[in-house]
């Protein structure tokens, strides 16, 4: 019999409120590790969705330069368009007349688009219209000569305010991926003398020019640290060759080769050192002489209709700089009549210099740039320019790739589910094909790709609509086309839908089954008609997450070739084609940094696309479900 009373002062003995206090404690910590999982979680999730969006949005618009193009009234003839020394090699076939026609209208485009750009600047000189022209988009002008051979323009016409896109590194300055130009008020006036070979001294009559020296001053701080980071790094290597030459067991040779690489770090850190030295002093120093290299700030001043780079502070207020746009005249300009311009990034970190910012704020303050969707994007197939790259492509052959995976994937994987859930006999040949159907789901998705390396292209040629099979050859036609790409993601689909499958099919009561066959149905019609109605939502659901999930697969279409650079569109799945992820994959390590907006806005496209796939699995499960 139980002592009620002895149990009752256990519970309130210290030994049990000490025992209730650490087990509150344990389930205390317990929960604040799992509140900081989560929280971990999340915050990796917005950090991820945070840079991701923010480099999508900037990629969803993009820049034109708006200019009237006007075409001589001898341009697009097509009788003089073939020269003669072409017209053998058409009768041989080797040229045809429509490519030399369209080779010739886009060269007379190429020159008026050219010519009219370069309008637009104040006396470019001859040597730098290859800089100037290296803004320009080659897009620009196959929109136009496409246009002309269309007969939308002709001889002596006038294009008014054509949309020209700019380039990749144009298109990014607009959009703030070289950061941008920090204007400074001015409160004095600026005296200009004019030293030739486009040399001006400048002398500020107020301080105006204290913030961008002091721009200066910090960067030579920065310098310094990372000099001095250098020197750290040599110091430690002295260290290393110093531990090796105290082995007793070194050979002569390999001693006197330690001893000069020990002098060479000697030497390089002490020239580092006494750099960094040298760096912070100039940095720490109120005033002083300081020339501005490739390493340092850009300083700007835009005056008298001109833009002078300043290459030397001679004092706060005494500066020399070189003219990067012609200036009206050298006269006096008053106070607030003038602007300082800083950019904080050095000249060399950036690939646009800071002649080419010049011309981009020219062509801004003219009025002349315009931010319109980039509709492109989502028309247009890959491309090496960064500024004409698109997804078209990419959707296209992620669509075919679909249709071939979910042609093959789901007849086959419902067909095998039904007949292991609903005719096989239970035995240790049906327990074999289960295991290794739960062990397929398991399998690294790349070996399906190396499977179909292997025996779809090195082991024979597909057979396609009646192709024939050709042991031992090369499969180059089929090769990255959607028909392999689709075979191998529905074989590595295909146990996925199996257990789904059969995980709805169990799920359906065997009151249905007793009912039919109750009835007189037989067991195939039970099945086909009862059965297999009630258990298709489930199975489509399972289905469309297979599916979603091969939608994002890139290792296995690598082995298949998918992953290459395609500028074509597909129109089946025997083209050649790549998918969406292949698409992120390549565009992330492209070094232009305009590939890295679009490589962001890519990845919600392929979002989107994977969110309606799982929104329709979960319509068609609300639409098609019954309650038992």
């Given at each position: 019999m139980v002592d009620m009373k002895a149990l009752s002062d256990y519970h309130t003995s210290d030994a049990a409120k000490k025992f209730m206090r650490k087990r509150h404690r344990s389930e205390a910590r317990f929960k604040a590790i799992g509140v900081i999982a989560i929280l971990l979680a999340l915050g990796a999730l917005v950090s991820l969705a945070w840079t991701i969006g923010s480099n999508a949005v900037r990629a969803l618009y993009e820049y034109d330069v708006t200019v009237d193009i006007s075409f001589p009234q001898d341009a697009f003839d097509r009788s003089t368009a073939v020269k003669d020394f072409e017209r053998p090699l058409i009768e041989q076939g080797i040229l045809s007349e429509d490519s030399i026609i369209r080779r010739e209208f886009r060269n007379q485009t190429r020159i008026a688009i050219e010519k009219t750009f370069?309008?637009?600047?104040?006396g470019v000189p001859e040597d730098r219209r290859g800089n100037v022209l290296e803004l320009l988009s080659r897009g620009s002008v196959d929109t136009l000569s496409d246009a002309v051979l269309e007969g939308t323009y002709g001889p002596g016409d006038v294009v008014q305010d054509f949309p020209a896109l700019l380039s990749d590194d144009a298109q990014l300055y607009y959009k703030g991926g070289f950061g941008s130009v920090d204007f400074v008020d001015t409160a004095g006036t600026l005296d200009l003398v004019d030293k030739g070979d486009g040399r001006v001294d400048l002398l500020a009559a107020a301080n105006d020019f204290s913030e961008p020296?002091?721009?200066?001053?910090?960067?030579?701080?920065?310098?310094?640290l990372i000099v001095e980071r250098d020197a750290r790094r040599q110091a430690a290597a002295v260290g290393t060759m110093q531990g090796i030459l105290e082995d007793a067991g070194l050979s002569e040779e390999e001693r006197t080769e330690a001893e000069d690489a020990l002098n060479r770090f000697v030497r390089e850190e002490e020239r580092l050192t006494n750099l960094a030295t040298s760096l912070r002093q100039r940095a720490n120093s109120p005033g002083g002489r300081e020339e501005l290299s490739e390493d340092s700030p850009s300083v700007l001043v835009f005056v008298n209709g001109g833009t002078i780079k300043i290459d030397e502070f001679n004092g706060a207020n005494q500066l020399t700089g070189s003219v990067l746009r012609p200036l009206s005249a050298m006269a006096q300009a008053p106070a607030g009549e003038w602007r300082i311009g800083m950019l904080e990034g050095s000249e060399s970190s950036r690939r646009i210099k800071d002649q080419d910012v010049v011309w981009l704020e020219e062509l801004k303050e003219k009025g002349l740039v315009i931010s319109k969707p980039n509709w492109p994007f989502l028309l247009e197939g890959d491309s090496r320019e960064a500024e004409l790259a698109g997804v078209w492509g990419?959707?296209?052959?992620?669509?075919?790739?679909?249709?071939?995976?979910?042609?093959?994937?789901?007849?086959?994987?419902?067909m095998a589910a039904i007949y292991l859930e609903e005719f096989a006999q239970k035995n240790s040949f049906t327990d074999f094909i289960e295991v290794n159907i739960?062990?397929?789901?398991?399998?690294?998705?790349?070996i399906f790709g190396l499977f179909g390396l292997l025996l779809l292209l090195s082991g024979f040629k597909v057979p396609f609509f009646g192709g024939e099979i050709e042991i031992g050859g090369w499969a180059k036609e089929f090769r990255s086309a959607a028909f392999v790409g689709g075979i191998v993601l529905a074989l590595m689909t295909l146990p996925t839908i199996i257990i789904a499958a059969r995980a709805s099919v169990r799920a359906v009561p065997p009151s249905i089954r007793d009912a039919a066959l109750g009835l007189g149905a037989s067991k195939v019609q039970t099945v086909f008609h009862h059965v297999l109605p009630l258990a298709m939502p489930g199975i489509m659901t399972g289905t469309i997450i297979g599916m979603a999930q091969a939608l994002g697969e890139t290792a296995p279409l690598l082995m298949v070739g998918m992953v290459g650079f395609f500028a074509d569109v597909s129109t089946g799945v025997a083209d050649p084609t790549t998918v969406m992820p292949a698409l992120v994959y390549f565009w992330s390590d492209y070094p232009e940094k305009l590939f890295e907006l679009k490589t962001s806005l890519a990845i919600v496209v392929l979002l989107l696309f994977l969110i309606a796939m799982n929104t329709l699995a979960i319509i068609l499960r609300k639409r098609f479900e019954r309650r038992w």
């Open positions: 370069l309008a637009q600047f104040d020296f002091a721009l200066v001053k910090e960067a030579l701080l920065d310098q310094a990419g959707i296209v052959g992620s669509f075919w790739t679909m249709i071939v995976t979910f042609a093959i994937a789901f007849p086959i994987g419902v739960n062990n397929l789901a398991a399998i690294p998705s790349i």
